[in-house]
């Protein structure tokens, strides 16, 4: 059994797992008889456990610590009258009708990482962002800038962090030993995200900024997959942007990666670890296709994108 | 003896005057609406999810704007029925469902049927098990005429179930517009 978390482009391997009739956990279902549109507006379907996306190793680790420890935050944002969770702010279309309902909500994913961890085989975790938003008094880490998708910023309530290498590190083990808390057999598949940064709330350029973020996840990876050896790195990041693909996979917006693109880092995934979930990665010398297709990537919902001046509700 | 077409004529035009009465049948399926019922007490989802989603189906079934449309045309009674409930028990109901579950997707489809003039009616409980499938004794269990549905037909039913459904629209009638389906 495989799950995936992570940032948006873990929603395309949670998806062709699926596609390809691989076992890939759905431990918190929808209501099947609801339209399919409607349940992947509250995010059903779209990772193994509906956290939303987890961009941080902060995040991660934050979800398995209230999981295997208990005492998860209790706060939550307004927007407008809507609650909305700081620490997955889209799963819920139009908010929570009340603190309550999202309370009881955040405790029915705990207790579904709890009763399904055991379940899974690999986890598929893909590294997304170091960027972060945390409470200085409780010290959580929310998914997402306060004010972006609910809630107020307050500079005396909150701050950025751009969490390093050390931190990114200490985060991913500290994950890791929370797995194997509930799963000691569990293996660990890390990749990292090739979709760029939108915006950065660093004083550097957005580029130095994503070069700072990428290499932080990548070192990260690597510093794990060296230590380990159920832990294994798949390079969805290098498959898109190093210079042989020449940039060739994004879409015009130079962000977003075309289906070309997903369809070649899928395939290479599978046929890398077809029948061999443990295998360690060998890639192959893979030419990219003679003809590439122009349609879009199937949609994956990004919390980032709000973070680009003017689309931010 | 000609082949009846199996899909009426789309420009067809009906003389609706002669008619005491209307049922408008599966346009919508009951499935959802009484799952989302059933799930309210249990907790696995939030009540905004499930609530949200039955009102999300009701607003999108087309059976509610034609009954509206015939009633405001006609000034007759309009019944609106959903599909059978598929013959065989659900998975998120292994232990079925009692009948205050039942009973509250009838009203909540009841209301959107009184605000477009007409009534809801739901599948008559006589052909019901446990609150939540259709007894498999009614499923035909045959192939579809078009020949596109697998041998093991589950939702659609026989002649039995047709007879029992027209004896709750007559039983209606009779009632009166407020009566309940009890067959």
């Known amino acids: 059994m495989t799950a995936t978390l992570g940032s948006c482009f873990a929603q395309h391997i949670g998806r062709e797992l699926k596609k390809r009739g691989y076992r890939w956990l759905e431990a918190e279902p929808p209501v099947a008889e609801f339209p399919q549109p409607y349940n992947e507006k509250f995010q059903y379907g779209m990772f193994s456990f509906r956290t939303g996306n987890i961009y941080t190793p902060r995040v991660l680790r934050q979800w398995l610590d209230w999981a295997v420890d208990g005492n998860p935050s209790a706060e939550f944002w ?17 908010g929570f009708a009340d603190g309550e309902e999202c309370s009881n909500a955040r405790k029915r994913t705990l207790r579904a990482i709890r009763d399904n961890v055991p379940k899974i085989d690999v986890l598929v975790f893909t590294l997304g962002q170091t960027e972060g938003w945390r409470n200085k008094a409780s010290g959580w880490t929310y998914a997402i800038c306060p004010g972006t998708h609910g809630g107020r910023f307050d500079a005396d309530r909150h701050e950025f962090v751009n969490f390093g290498v050390s931190e990114c590190l200490a985060d991913m083990k500290q994950a890791v030993r929370q797995l194997r ?37 990548r070192a990260t990876a690597a510093a794990l997959t060296e230590e380990a050896d159920d832990i294994d ?34 395939d290479t995934f599978f046929s890398i670890y077809q029948g061999d979930g443990a ?35 | 003896m000609p082949h009846e077409p199996f899909w009426p004529n789309p420009d067809a035009t009906f003389d609706l005057r002669p008619f005491e009465k209307f049922a408008i049948l599966g346009h919508a399926r009951f499935d959802g609406f009484l799952r989302a019922q059933a799930e309210l007490p249990r907790g696995d989802y939030s009540p905004s999810y499930l609530t949200r989603g039955m009102h999300m189906m009701a607003a999108s079934a087309h059976m509610f704007p034609l009954a509206k449309a015939i009633n405001v045309a006609t000034g007759k009674p309009v019944l609106l029925l959903t599909q059978p409930l598929l013959a065989r028990k659900p998975d998120w109901a292994p232990d079925g469902l009692d009948q205050a579950a039942w009973d509250a997707a009838a009203n909540f489809l009841d209301g959107y049927a009184k605000n477009a003039g007409a009534r809801f009616m739901p599948q008559p409980l006589k052909t019901v098990n446990d609150f939540c499938y259709t007894d498999p004794r009614f499923a035909t269990g045959r192939r579809h005429p078009t020949g596109t549905l697998p041998t093991e037909d589950l939702g659609h039913m026989n002649v039995e179930y047709a007879k029992i459904v027209l004896d709750g629209i007559r039983g209606r009638s009779s009632k009166g517009r407020t009566a309940q389906a009890r067959a």
């Not at chain 1, 000691?184 to 939108?198: D, F, G, N």
């Not at chain 1, 890639?283 to 003017?310: K, Q, S, W």
């Open chain 1, 279 to 313: 295998a360690k990665s060998t890639l192959r010398a893979h030419a990219p296709p003679a003809t590439m297709e122009t349609r879009d990537a199937e949609a994956v919902f990004c919390d980032e994108i709000m973070l680009d001046a003017g689309i931010g509700g």
């Open chain 1, 233 to 266: 790195y798949f390079p969805s990041y290098e498959l898109i942007t190093q210079p042989p693909f020449r940039a060739i996979f994004y879409e015009p917006n130079m962000r977003s990666v075309s289906r070309a693109g997903v369809d070649f880092v899928m």
């Open chain 1, 78 to 94: 307004y927007k407008g009258t809507q609650v909305i969770d700081p620490f997955r702010p889209t799963v819920q279309p139009d």
């Open chain 1, 181 to 217: 808390v509930l799963n000691p057999k569990i293996k660990l598949l890390l990749t990292v995200s090739p979709v760029p940064m939108v915006a950065t709330a660093s004083a550097q350029h957005v580029l130095l900024a994503n070069a700072r973020t990428k290499s932080v996840l």
